[in-house]
């Protein structure tokens, strides 16, 4: 059943129904705005609160925490009477807005006056030899197994990239009675200790911190700081990996089942360069992000970013953007006065200054060495949805392609069903360092809807052959 | 070893399903990409150039390597809840899917 023809007109539809989006939606429903909150998900929380299953029956007397506030989180919409669109895909937002999803059985198109963009972050992951072998996953992919679906990833596992991610799933997986093999941070131990004193402004983050480090020295995990995985072949019954230390150049053999890798996240921009919102480039920030002013509106009217979207500043921080972003929009919308504007955002704006100092230290925490870009083997794939690699992106700049779309047409790069997302941030840093200009210089990939795979008979739809408008054909 | 980790959720009722005619054990709803990885079948489908094997990535819906088929239809299996009797295709499915 198709239902592209039933059309339902929103004052707001909030894209992503995670802390921010969330918060935002809030904040419109209770100044009487029509709001829809669109998420891929079965319920609120986005990828950190992620739900569990529905049919999970929760123990009363064992809670984890990130499942009671996810809870609240769908209490909270629901008292709200905010309508719902849980396991809807949105594929394609075009201006004026119209925002088109699908789920497992239709396509549906909604129309809004106003858009929160609240679809966060997915992780970096910077490739190296081996990284495509099945059995290879991201850390975020570790935390979402951990917490929301109640597994331990595997019996054997090697934790490796860097930043909070590391600590975070070593923590999980001990805490409900796995073993690591080893962690291999990129960062070294006093990089660490240095970041105290910033993190430390983040007391509850903080303390969480400081417990998960505390079972990985109680657990007696083998930490290989300032090191970087360099290779991984599949071997009987796991994988071998050699690991490198990038201080002194030794290099090290461990052998595990599965390797979980991450280097931070980055936000996801499908929808802002879908609707040509203009960008800007902030390594600190997580890469491309939507070019947004002090209240989070976007270059394009009506349009808002809520959450790590605007940049990377975590969950805490989440629920305050989503508020600012909404509060701008209520204000644009002239439903609160200027007086009530300027309170409020004050109020946020020094709530969120206090995160910023902690972004900003896991930010480089999360900071990619150069020779984590520079020692990547030319035939390791770039690109894993084209199987493009390191040679032939390079081969391309030789050949004139001096950017990043340029690069994808000529290869293929960025074509395939991720439409970039887990390439484009490596790609852009290998030509950058290869033609040693910077980054902003190679521009970003155009969005190009779908942005998700949508199948095709859902798009199609049911119509009678009469109602086709007919054109004239080209002459010959 | 069970990988499931217990304390905190119940599960839902045992079921089976299907992947290349192998029958796998999980409990209904529980989210198909997770379930073939800790079963050790974590090689879900080809890449299309190399050829080369390539499983579950990023679990949140962006990167698409955790494609299969069900029923012969292709899905990212990270965004499906296990249904009794479900049928799973892995592998080099691309040959095995019925092409319109």
């Known amino acids: 059943m198709i239902l592209i023809n039933n059309k339902t007109k929103y004052d707001v539809i909030v894209i992503g129904a995670g ?3 969330v918060s935002s939606a809030i904040n419109c429903a209770k100044r009487g705005l029509k709001v829809l909150i669109v998420d891929s998900n079965h319920e609120a929380g986005g990828q950190i609160y992620r739900a569990p299953p529905k049919t999970y029956k929760s123990i009363p007397k064992n809670k984890l925490e990130e499942n009671e506030i996810q809870k609240k989180m769908s209490i ?9 669109a849980y396991n809807h895909t949105v594929w394609q937002v ?7 999803a699908f789920n497992d059985f239709s396509t549906i198109q909604w129309e809004t006056k106003s858009l929160i963009i609240a679809t966060g972050t997915y992780e970096k992951i910077i490739p190296f030899e081996g990284w495509t072998i099945p059995g290879v996953i991201g850390l975020a992919a570790c935390t979402v197994m951990l917490k929301s679906h109640h597994f331990i990833p595997s019996k054997k596992i090697i934790l490796a990239g860097n930043g909070p991610l590391l600590i975070l799933v070593a923590y999980y997986i001990s805490k409900f009675g796995g073993k690591v093999d080893a962690i291999v941070d990129t960062c070294s131990k006093l990089d660490w200790i240095r970041s105290t004193l910033s993190l430390i402004t983040n007391q509850k983050n903080f303390n ?3 417990k998960w480090i505390f079972k990985i020295f109680l657990n007696r995990i083998p930490v290989h700081s300032n090191c970087k995985i360099e290779k991984a072949v599949e071997v009987d019954g796991g994988i071998k990996v050699k690991i490198l230390n990038l201080k002194t150049g030794e290099y090290k053999n461990i052998f595990s089942e599965t390797i979980a890798i991450g280097h931070g996240l980055t936000p996801s921009t499908d929808i802002t360069r879908l609707l040509r919102a203009e960008h800007i480039y902030d390594e600190h920030k997580g890469g491309w992000i939507a070019k947004v002013d002090r209240f989070l509106r976007s270059s394009v009217n009506g349009v808002y970013l809520a959450g790590d979207g605007a940049g990377i500043s975590g969950a805490l921080a989440a629920s ?6 909404s509060t701008a929009l209520l204000y644009d919308k002239k439903i609160i006065s200027k007086k009530e504007f300027d309170t409020n955002t004050r109020k946020i704006k020094k709530k969120l200054d206090k995160y910023e100092v902690f972004a900003k230290a896991i930010s480089k925490l999360n900071s990619i060495p150069k020779k984590l870009i520079e020692n990547i083997h030319e035939d390791t794939i770039i690109c894993r949805c084209e199987d493009i690699t390191k040679k032939e992106i390079l ?13 994808k047409s000529w290869t293929r790069l960025g074509m395939g069903p991720c439409q970039g997302r887990t390439c484009q941030y490596t790609a ?5 360092e290869y033609l040693n200009c910077e980054i902003e210089n190679l521009g970003y990939l155009t969005g190009r809807s779908p942005i998700r795979p949508v199948p095709i008979d859902r798009v199609l739809g049911d119509f009678d052959y009469e109602k086709i408008t007919k054109v004239e054909a080209a002459p010959l | 070893m069970d990988l499931r980790v217990s304390s905190y959720f119940d599960r839902s009722k045992k079921v089976n399903i299907n992947v290349n005619n192998m029958k796998i054990e999980a409990y209904e709803g529980e989210c198909l990409a997770v379930v073939l990885f800790v079963n050790k079948i974590k090689k879900l489908r080809l890449s299309p150039k190399k050829k080369q094997s390539r499983g579950m990535f990023c679990l949140m819906g962006s990167c698409q390597e955790c494609a299969v088929l069900i ?12 249904k009794d009797g479900m049928k799973i295709k892995v592998g080099d499915f691309d040959k095995q899917q019925n092409k319109i």
């Open chain 1, 76 to 84: 909270e919409l629901k008292n709200y009477q905010i309508e719902t």
């Open chain 1, 208 to 210: 969480d911190g400081i």
């Open chain 1, 395 to 407: 081969s391309a700049v030789d050949q004139g392609a001096k950017d990043i779309n340029q690069i």
């Open chain 1, 428 to 432: 852009s840093k290998i030509i950058a």
């Open chain 1, 320 to 325: 305050d953007k989503g508020l600012l972003a």
């Open chain 2, 71 to 82: 029923d012969d239809k292709k899905v990212i299996s990270c965004n499906v809840f296990i």
């Open chain 1, 19 to 21: 802390p921010s989006g």
């Open chain 1, 94 to 100: 075009s201006p004026g807005f119209k925002v088109n």
